[in-house]
């Protein structure tokens, strides 16, 4: 086992106001669904009412007490979140909706302006929808293909087979998730960014699974794209993150038009704004985005490092005690240096959502399904999987009703 | 709870469905599934005098659909199509005894339900359209 972590669930769960309602039954929730969103601390719901209650203002523009202090508080988030991933410049922070949105962004403000008919999009079969649709989308208008690198059994990406394919010359543009959401596969994104730009080809990441478990740093990586949600790391929904170098950004045409992205507008023609202005067109959803600041500050209180400690711990618990149960196929790599808090599996011939129905009744939220990755569960020969995934305020105790749980399952099916 | 749910004869109906399989000369076949679930059904239909002559479904997925078609296969053999058509939500959670299913699992079981309906639509399609139109609007049931 690996040493105890520095992270403290018992105080962290104090934080977290859901985690102490009660699921039917009288059951205490054990929230394993963390993948598809996280939950929020107080001081994140607090900072939103805050907002409404004391400074509500549209951003920006207007000149009295409130707007400047709206405004502030906003742009004080883009800061925290340059400096979360190490960006050079905060003018290099996208506020969109979503890591979809951010993806979309680059599919039709960079790709779209690039791609010929003859060219090509490279990414892997272990994507999200979300980073497989808008490419089919783009390169089906301008008549492009789309290529994608395979992903071998134990849900590994070959970084040969990778460096081979990037030396297509009509490749014009890669696109691959740091950490996958059904298998957890922490891919090798710093070594496919350098590969890549040996051939001059740009790279975006889709970062929606790592940036809230990891320090990722985006001039270390040097990837000239990255999404990410903050939905998905303990701040509230609506709120994506586009990152792009600035050279990228300057000559990218807007994504939408409208109010706060232009410089000025005449009856037949209209200058932008400045970067990243440019991109965030009408009025953008500031209550979310403050609250996103208070997300970062929690997790930056408890360290990256501790985070994904506790979390190679408890996977690592978590790997041990469901690989002994009868029946059970757990997928991913099984060493847990190369994989996040997911552990996607199957037990005996039992289908996903009849054991997510089954789990529920322990008070255990789990996902099942396709995980919007149905490109990965044709490769793994499934229709669907169940998935647990975890975050800073999940404990072995919930591993072991889990566990408990699984077993239930078991005999109910008669496995 | 669930063991309320995954009752002996659900079960017994996932483990050994009934009327499994295809029809070589089936008047009509359909396919639909559950984009969220995954759960997929084809129901294969023989009609003789306006009556199910033989009914049979292909499928993969949950107890609760796969369970759920079975048990419509059964229910709906060798009666009219006049009184199939009329089949709505409710008399399939009661034949599968789930009354209470959630939101989340009601399209589980009601799946199978309508890719036969969806198959009465197909067969009347060019025989009674006015008919059709009538059981494509009652297939909606979720």
């Known amino acids: 086992m690996l040493q105890s972590s520095t992270i403290d669930v018992e105080k962290i769960r104090q934080d977290f106001p859901i985690l102490h309602r009660r699921i039917k039954g009288g059951h205490k929730l054990i ?61 290099e922070i996208v506020f969109t909706r979503n890591a979809t949105e951010s993806i979309n962004l680059i599919a039709r403000c960079w790709a779209r302006q690039h791609l010929t008919k003859s060219d090509e999009v490279l990414i892997t079969e272990i994507e999200h929808h979300s980073n497989i649709v808008p490419w089919q989308l783009v390169t089906g208008e301008v008549g492009a293909s789309l290529d994608y690198l395979g992903v071998g059994d134990e849900g590994r990406i070959d970084i040969e087979e990778f460096a081979q394919k990037i030396h297509d010359p009509n490749l014009k543009l890669v696109s691959v998730s740091q950490m996958s959401n059904v298998l957890g596969t922490i891919l090798p994104v710093k070594e496919m960014t350098k590969l890549a730009h040996e051939v001059n080809v740009p790279i975006m990441i889709d970062a929606a699974q790592s940036v809230p478990h990891m320090k990722v740093d985006v001039q270390d990586l040097d990837c000239d794209f990255m999404a990410f949600s903050a939905h998905k790391m303990l701040g509230p929904t609506g709120v ?26 005449h009856k037949q023609n209209t200058s932008f704004n400045d970067l990243p202005y440019k991109f965030e067109a009408g009025t953008p959803n500031i209550a979310d985005v403050i609250g996103f600041g208070a997300a970062i500050d929690y997790l930056n209180d408890l360290g990256f490092e501790n985070i ?27 060493i847990v240096n190369e994989r996040g808090a997911v552990i996607s599996f199957n037990l005996g011939d039992i289908h996903p959502h009849d054991l997510a129905t089954i789990l529920n009744d322990f008070g255990i939220a789990m996902r099942s399904g396709h995980h919007c990755a149905q490109v990965l569960m044709e490769r793994l020969d499934v229709s669907a999987t169940s998935r647990v995934s975890f975050y800073v305020y999940n404990s072995k105790d919930e591993v072991n009703i889990l566990i408990d749980a699984l077993q239930s399952a078991r005999r109910l099916f008669g496995l | ?65 796969q369970a759920s078609a079975s048990m419509l296969t059964e229910m709906v053999m060798n009666k009219p199509l006049t009184s199939v058509k009329e089949l709505g939500k409710d008399d399939i959670l009661e034949n599968i005894g789930l009354v209470n299913l959630g939101p989340a699992r009601i399209k589980c079981a009601l799946l199978s339900l309508k890719v036969l309906k969806m198959s009465m639509v197909e067969y009347y399609a060019s025989k009674d359209p006015e008919s059709a139109q009538e059981i494509r609007e009652g297939s909606r049931l979720y």
């Open chain 1, 31 to 91: 929230y394993l669904d963390n993948a598809a969103t996280t939950q929020k601390p107080r001081t994140v719901i607090d900072s939103i009412s805050n907002y409404y209650m004391n400074y509500n203002s549209n951003i920006h523009r207007a000149v009295h007490q409130l707007a400047e202090e709206a405004t502030f508080a906003y742009e004080e988030v883009r800061q925290k979140v340059a400096k979360l991933v190490n960006a050079r410049s905060a003018d």
């Open chain 1, 240 to 265: 994506g993150i586009l990152y792009a170098k600035r050279e990228f950004l300057e000559k990218m045409p807007p994504f939408i038009g409208g109010g706060d992205m232009i410089k000025e507008v």
């Open chain 1, 308 to 334: 994904r400690e506790h979390e190679m711990q408890i996977t690592e618990y978590a790997l041990e005690r469901m690989n002994e149960i009868q029946g059970i196929t757990i997928y991913g790599p099984p």
């Open chain 2, 1 to 65: 709870m669930s063991e309320d749910i995954y009752r002996e004869i659900i079960l017994d109906h996932y483990r050994n469905p009934r009327n499994k399989g295809r029809i070589s000369d089936a008047d009509v076949s359909f396919h639909d599934s559950n984009p969220l679930c995954g759960d997929e059904i084809d129901i294969h239909l023989k009609v003789e005098d306006n009556i199910v002559k033989d009914i049979k479904f292909e499928g993969r997925g949950c107890a609760i659909s």
